[in-house]
């Protein structure tokens, strides 16, 4: 009796299987069609309005078209879910195997793998050469050489325990005819990978560890002339730039001293600030050693001049520097990137507030004559106005010069 | 001597047991001191919390990918946050602050080491509960105070904190450089102080139970990967957390106090503070060496959990264990002096640079044997795909992919160039992000049974995985070439640069990526909760695994165990071990009962039962051979 139920049971779910899944596609793909059309409609009703509505309102047909086509795709994974289930029972009770998901989810891996990496390989050739053109300065060759070797090691390891990874899963993927190896552990194989990985990244500390204190090196090779000071100053949200005058030499400065005109608290006792340039873009000669000395007067920001490979945070408080050499003109890099308007770029890369995202500065690499013409017409920045201003506070100056304490940092 | 000590108490503590089986519903499922109630607790919680901080992502997400478009439902949602459907810059950074924060501290370090520190210490050690229940709960408490705390904060008129999860001062500690370091970030410090507390007072209880209440038999040596990893863990946290209450206390004197130790040097607006001093940097060393450990503890535990469910699953012995603890080891020990890697150019001074990208590049030794191990269980291995063992491999091969763009970022030379862009987004949510939130998934959906006495649907589970997984590659997989194009992390538009208008349309691709993998989360979300309630009965030993919480009853009772706590004779690794029965052997079988299976390698240290073997194989052949 309980066997002929049985029985009974399995034609129904074998009735049920051939009816429901066309029954129901039907009908999803007519709800479907009535959504899209229905959704278009309501849309195109939104585009129209905004046009003529000073101030949009919540358009609620759209939103209760997105949530409708996603309760209409949770129903449709539940209808799947459903089949499926009285498919693998029907199966079962036909005394067949049900479905085997050890084996589809061993397909599926195998899968990934391989569309996977033909995604990963179209990612490194469309978007790999959307990246930074080549470095315009000395040492940002070196980087850029660091940063090949680094990506051809990494790559292939990415690429061999990757396939390795969802080979396995598929090559052993659940059989209930076969036993796992057991293998707890196997010293020789260990020091093998404990070692390998010990000496590629020997080898790339090594490298990169000379390569950091090449960039960093601070003080000038003798015989050379020295590098042209630049001082940038950042705030938010914006960069202040003060170039030395003709005697080469940047004045003083004193947070204190910040005060109307005088912005960057320059210290106007000490002549070497009479003759400061201000600058509205950030020119450097080519082939020419720069020294870039960053400050900040609110909060952290960063120096971030991706061009040139040069980073450094911009911290209030502690004066920070780094010296680096352009070697490639604006015109020349505008050829090479074939974009007429292409510029080098400064901006800032340490959150610093709501413009955070728009603090940037044009940067001009241009010829030693090209760069002496412009600098000849910067402006100092002991304005007349600021002149007056300060005769009025000398007082003050003066007593807090003598207050002048060493720097505590670090 | 101590663990006989233990046991008694364990007994005794059984007993009492008995006595009051009247449970009311508060102290049942609220002020509950039954460390699998806790672990539930906290998983619901770390579950609700990272709902939370995937919406905040989708927002933003929103913001990245259509900078200029209105969208008037925002505006409904958010209010003042979002003018006339556009999100405001601040409120942009508010999110990205809150999302980093809700993540790293409140899903995948309380969530993560919460739930399983809780839940599989004490079963997998054989102990009737944690060392001190009390404590124990107090943690809870303190973690949901902390969650109040934070999501409350979107509801004063400034808005939350917004200076990024690193909060680095000067922004953080002047309430006039922006809307979000005015109450928001008074209640942000506020809700980390309790945060801290609550994962100190957890630490403690599990490095405690780990080192003084495992069962008879258990030597850390037959511990399993997970309590190793658990344990390490608890011992990270409990060394770095109270250096950012440190860091935190001094940020909220500066704060309200008055005093420079962060500060120095200061014109906002051009008004000259008095601040004289103090150092930016100081804030960065404290927060970091924290923050480095951090990310070792959130990823851990899931390595743990791999661990366990890919041999289980396997149905193999993780291959070398030894190794793996080892590694462990190293990470725990190394991760506490590679912090200034995160400083590399931010005028810490470059000679330190040079010596932390050397012990940088070394912690990359112990993950990369960490990574052949996994793979070499699985070869040859008889893989049955659970949800639970495909959320294990996804671990796997995010670890992999985010780990080896970390060598990039260790090396001071190239981070000059990599630091703040999108290239460290796609690093860190790849190798801690999701290999960690896939851990945790792989443990929720093995240990669920145990959890719920219910099992999870699996098809759901498989659909769950490969939509995440899928997505999670999607999402950050393209972020890499965004960095190497120098676009920096934390810009609320894109818009201002003409060199990076074309990534405008991967932003859109990886936006609704990202939205995809939000909707299969609800895959997940209704599994879970309709499992709990209407799931198929779990039982006892469903995934046939060796380890002692499998040897509980389904249903939970007061000190686990219903009898005497069972003994530990061998490692928990003995699955499908030649001549044995079945493919796996509890850890509470003896040698005694499984001797056509034992091998000389399990009586290294017991010469009278290698003794045994050797009588017991000789006298086999002898039959044998009369035969």
Request: net charge positive.
């Amino acid at each position: 009796m309980a066997f002929k139920q049985i029985i009974n049971g399995g034609a129904l779910l074998n009735t049920f299987k051939s009816k429901l899944p066309l029954k129901n596609s039907k009908k999803l793909l007519a709800f479907l069609a009535v959504f899209v059309l229905l959704g278009t409609n309501v849309l195109m009703a939104q585009t129209a309005a905004t046009t003529d509505a000073a101030k949009p309102g919540v358009n609620w047909f759209s939103v209760g078209y997105y949530v409708l086509m996603f309760i209409l795709l949770a129903v449709s994974v539940a209808v799947v879910g459903k089949i499926i289930k009285v498919y693998d029972l029907s199966q079962q009770i036909q005394g067949k195997k049900g479905v085997q998901w050890n084996n589809i989810m061993g397909i599926i891996c195998l899968i990934f793998l391989v569309v996977g990496m033909i995604g990963a390989y179209w990612e490194f050739t469309v978007q790999g050469s959307m990246t930074l053109p080549e470095a315009a300065s000395k040492h940002g060759i070196k980087i850029d050489a660091m940063f090949l070797t680094t990506t051809i090691i990494t790559m292939i390891v990415f690429v061999i325990t990757q396939i390795l990874l969802f080979v396995f899963l598929f090559r052993y993927r659940y059989s209930d005819k076969r036993r796992a190896y057991f293998l707890p552990h196997n010293n020789t194989i260990e020091k093998v990978w404990t070692i390998i990985p010990a000496v590629v990244l020997t080898i790339l500390v090594i490298f990169g560890f000379f390569t950091w204190q090449e960039v960093e090196n601070s003080a000038d090779v003798k015989g050379q002339p020295a590098s042209i000071n630049i001082d940038i100053t950042g705030h938010q949200f914006a960069w202040e730039l003060r170039y030395s005058g003709p005697d080469g030499i940047l004045g003083k400065k004193d947070f204190r001293l910040t005060a109307g005109a005088n912005k960057l608290g320059i210290d106007f006792k000490d002549k070497n600030s009479m003759d400061d340039l201000q600058a509205d873009t950030l020119v450097l000669p080519v082939n020419k050693t720069i020294r870039l000395n960053i400050f900040a007067q609110d909060v952290i920001h960063s120096v971030y001049m991706p061009h040139f490979r040069v980073q450094q945070n911009a911290v209030p408080g502690l004066p920070t520097f780094f010296k680096f050499t352009p070697t490639i003109t604006t015109e020349e890099m505008r050829r090479k990137v074939e974009d007429p308007k292409f510029e080098y770029l400064l901006y800032c890369n340490k959150i610093c507030g709501s413009s955070h995202y728009n603090m940037q500065k044009v940067v001009r690499v241009v010829t030693e004559g090209e760069y002496n013409q412009w600098i000849a017409r910067q402006k100092p920045y002991l304005t007349p106005a600021l002149r007056t201003e300060l005769k009025l506070a000398a007082a003050d100056q003066k007593k807090s010069i003598t207050q002048n304490r060493l720097a505590l940092n670090n | 001597m101590s663990t006989l000590s233990v046991h008694d108490h364990g007994v005794a503590h059984h007993e009492e047991g008995h006595e009051h089986h009247h449970d009311t519903f508060l102290t049942k499922y609220v002020f509950s001191q039954d460390h699998k109630m806790i672990a539930k607790q906290f998983l619901i919680t770390g579950i609700t919390m990272a709902v939370i901080a995937m919406l905040l992502s989708i927002l933003f997400r929103i913001q990245l990918a259509y900078p200029d478009k209105a969208f008037p439902l925002l505006e409904t949602l958010l209010g003042r946050f979002a003018p006339e459907g556009r999100l405001d810059p601040e409120f942009y950074l508010s999110l990205v602050t809150i999302h980093g924060t809700i993540m790293v501290f409140f899903v995948l370090t309380a969530g993560l080491s919460g739930t399983f520190s809780n839940l599989l210490i004490p079963l997998q050690v054989g102990a009737r509960d944690m060392a001190s229940p009390f404590i124990n709960m107090l943690s809870y408490w303190f973690f949901l105070t902390a969650c109040v705390i934070m999501l409350s904060s979107f509801f004063i008129q400034k808005g939350p904190a917004g200076p990024g999860w690193t909060i680095y001062p000067p922004l953080s500690a002047l309430p006039t450089a922006m809307k979000g370091s005015g109450l928001g970030m008074t209640l942000w410090l506020i809700s980390m102080v309790c945060f801290v507390a609550s994962s100190l007072m957890g630490g403690i209880n599990y490095v405690s139970t780990v080192l003084n209440m495992r069962t008879k038999g258990m030597d850390l040596w037959k511990m399993p990967l997970t309590i190793w990893a658990f344990f390490l863990t608890a011992i990270l946290g409990v060394l770095s957390f109270p250096v950012l209450v440190a860091g935190v206390v001094l940020l909220i004197f500066d704060r309200s106090f008055g005093t420079s130790f962060y500060l120095s040097d200061i014109v906002v607006n051009g008004q000259v503070m008095p601040f004289e001093g103090g150092s930016p940097i100081l804030f960065q060393h404290l927060f970091w060496f924290l923050g480095h450990p951090e990310v070792y503890i959130v990823i851990m535990p899931a390595m743990g959990i791999s661990s366990e469910v890919m041999s289980v699953n396997s149905r193999k012995p993780i291959f070398g264990y030894h190794a793996m603890v080892y590694s462990l080891i190293g990470i725990t020990v190394l991760s506490f002096i590679v912090w200034g890697h995160h400083m590399f150019i931010t005028g810490m001074n470059p000679f330190l640079g040079g010596v932390f990208m050397i012990t940088t590049l070394i912690i990359a030794v112990p993950s990369a044997v960490k990574t052949f191990n996994w793979l070499a269980t699985l070869w040859r291995g008889n893989i049955r795909f659970t949800p639970a063992m495909l959320f294990a491999i996804g671990m796997v091969s995010f670890f992999i992919s985010g780990g080896l763009t970390g060598i990039f970022l260790g090396n001071a030379a190239l981070d000059i160039n990599l630091h703040d862009t999108y290239f460290v987004v796609a690093h860190f949510h790849l190798v801690m992000g999701s290999a960690a939130i896939f851990g945790m998934l792989a443990g929720v959906y093995h240990w669920f049974p145990k959890m719920f006495g219910k099992m999870m649907d699996e098809k759901l589970g498989y659909l769950h995985f490969w939509l995440t997984f899928i997505g999670a590659y999607l999402v950050f997989f393209p972020m890499h070439f965004m960095g190497l194009d120098g676009v920096p992390r934390r810009y609320y538009a894109f818009t201002e640069f003409a060199s990076m208008q074309r990534w405008l349309s991967v932003n859109m691709f990886i936006t609704w990526a990202a939205i995809m993998s939000a909707c299969a989360q609800v895959a997940f979300l209704y599994n879970f909760i309709h499992s709990i309630f209407w799931g198929k009965k779990a039982t006892q030993n469903p995934w046939q695994a060796n380890t002692l919480e499998w040897t509980t009853p389904v249903e939970h009772i007061h000190g686990n165990w219903p009898g005497e706590i069972p003994s530990v004779y061998r490692w928990p690794y003995d699955y499908s071990k030649p001549g044995a029965e079945e493919d796996y052997i509890l850890q509470t079988t003896p040698l005694s009962q499984t001797m056509s299976s034992n091998l000389p390698h399990d009586f290294e240290d017991n010469p009278a039962g290698l003794e045994a073997l050797n009588t017991w194989t000789s006298t086999q052949k002898a039959n044998e051979q009369v035969k």
